[in-house]
């Protein structure tokens, strides 16, 4: 292909033929890059990677120091260099020794959907741009809010992940509660000068978007009330009901209770039928996020576990971690569709109340955004291609080898394990002879495998204050690895707890 192939388009009658040797290249590029790294990441340290991707960028086909972009190189030889540049680079979640973070190795009917997708290049914010995957989306949607637990009034949209879905269920709950609060339409007025300190209640193992989401509402993040756990990071619902009494002691407006149904760090599901009942006692919303423990609903042997979770007024499920699917595939789901008012907007150019009434639909209202991708496309081709009994099989067998590795930290005699797995993930750690060096060789063995390129292992902290609470992750969504590999990965993280204890 020369530099002047490369502005082909990929819609069109000729737009496939033009995508045809493209993709090629693309596959080719991504088995010699695969190969190239030769395990889950790329080895060496974050300054060595940096100088790699400088060179391949600007030092081509001789192109200057520092002008990357000034002369091309042929349309078929960017796409390669820089696809085989970025697989060697990557993290690899299809490698079973990826294992940190809830970043899934994704479907190859999904990736294949989501070319068509990128192909045809629809955008939801309007019906002329999307006509068929306006109606797709409504129809998932549909399906997923039946899969919640939800009645036929239910409502949504595809988001860009938890963030975004967490930010829409804080934002509705600020609307209605404190609308009705103070009789004022508060996406409108703003917040009520005077009005009662609004707060949101979440658990310590509560995903930090919450925090996020009341600064960007105007709340502040001090209205967030952090609710203790107990061992498993699981909410206490008694620690609950107190804190709910004393805000309202304090003549303060219970707006939010958000429990979380999978939290990052051990998929912990916080007892979702107590936090309903006790945010209606108190007039307060109920928003679950779950962005990772939805996937249990695919599972018949997981979904009890989310027992409860059709009584929330707002959901927000993410199918990027839990269900294989590419970046994003976000999903934010509420109980009542008339709860989704204050999100209504006009545009004259995109929804134009005559088109709408003529059944020109539009989903604008219902996002934040407004150029959107139809991410609903790869979900329907997924579940149509393996249906919920086979995404539910996935789940399972991901649980299965989240249970064989936290059996190999449990019979370890340098590994702790800090609890058993409830879904896919669980937290342990390296127990060096020494009890006060235990923060200090976790970390540096989490970085010593990444350095040497050989595992991810995730790293995070357990709630409070204090030395010893630095844990090492496994988040097993990788339905391809095997339990022997799991194990070996587990052993592995031990032999790197015994250089690092010995490099001190």
């Not at 120091?65 to 970025?86: C, H, K, S």
């Not at 339905?479 to 587990?490: D, G, I, K, S």
Request: proline share 6%.
């Amino acid at each position: 292909m020369t530099a002047a192939l490369a502005p082909a388009l990929s819609g069109g009658v000729s737009g496939a033929a033009a995508l045809e040797p493209m993709v090629r290249t693309v596959l080719e590029a991504l088995a010699e890059g695969a190969a190239r790294r030769g395990g889950p990441i790329p080895a060496g340290t974050p300054q060595e990677l940096f100088a790699r991707v400088a060179r391949a960028l600007t030092e081509p086909s001789g192109l200057r120091a520092g002008r990357a972009f000034a002369e091309p190189d042929g349309g078929d030889d960017a796409l390669r260099r820089l696809t085989t540049l970025v697989a060697a680079g990557s993290a690899d979640p299809a490698d079973p020794a990826c294992a940190a973070h809830l970043h899934c190795p994704p479907l190859a009917v999904a990736v294949a959907a989501d070319l068509a997708i990128s192909a045809l290049n629809p955008s939801q914010d309007s019906w002329d741009q999307a006509p068929a995957t306006t109606a797709l989306e409504t129809l998932l949607l549909g399906e997923l809010a039946e899969l919640v637990g939800y009645p036929s009034t239910a409502a949504g949209v595809l988001t860009s992940g938890g963030t975004e879905s967490n930010l829409m269920g804080l934002m509705l709950a600020r609307d209605r509660v404190l609308g009705r609060a103070s009789g004022r339409r508060i996406e409108r007025t703003g917040l009520p000068a005077g009005a009662p300190q609004a707060r949101i209640f979440a658990s310590a193992a509560a995903h930090f978007s919450v925090r996020r989401a009341a600064a960007l509402l105007g709340l502040g993040e001090d209205a967030v009330v952090t609710i203790p756990v107990n061992h498993e990071l699981r909410m206490r619902p008694e620690a609950l009901a107190q804190a709910l009494q004393e805000c309202v002691r304090q003549d303060e407006l219970p707006l939010a209770v958000v429990a979380t149904a999978g939290t990052t760090d051990t998929g912990a599901i916080d007892p979702l039928n107590a936090c309903a009942t006790l945010a209606a006692e108190h007039g307060a919303w109920t928003h679950v996020d779950a962005a990772y423990g939805g996937g249990a609903l695919l599972s018949d042997r997981l979904a009890p576990l989310l027992a409860g979770l059709e009584r929330a007024d707002s959901v927000s499920l993410d199918w990027h971690k839990l269900g294989w699917q590419p970046a994003a595939a976000g999903v934010f789901l509420v109980r009542q569709a008339e709860t989704y008012a204050s999100l209504a907007r006009r545009a004259a150019y995109l929804n134009p109340a005559d088109d709408e009434g003529a059944g020109y639909s539009s989903l604008l209202g219902l996002s934040l955004r407004t150029t959107r991708r139809p991410d609903a496309f790869k979900i329907a081709v997924t579940l149509a291609a393996l249906g919920r009994d086979g995404l539910g099989r996935l789940v399972d067998t991901c649980h299965d080898l989240a249970r064989a590795g936290a059996a190999a930290v449990r019979t370890h005699p340098r590994l702790e394990l800090h609890a058993d797995p409830v879904l896919t993930a669980f937290l342990f750690r390296y127990l060096p002879a020494d009890p006060a060096s235990a923060d200090r060789v976790n970390a540096g063995l989490r970085r010593r495998l990444l350095r040497e390129g050989r595992a991810v292992v995730g790293r995070t902290e357990l709630p409070g204050e204090g030395p010893g609470r630095v844990r090492l992750k496994l988040t097993l969504l990788n339905p391809h690895a095997t339990a022997t590999e799991v194990e070996r990965l587990v052993h592995l993280v031990a032999a790197a707890g015994e250089a690092e204890e010995a490099a001190l």
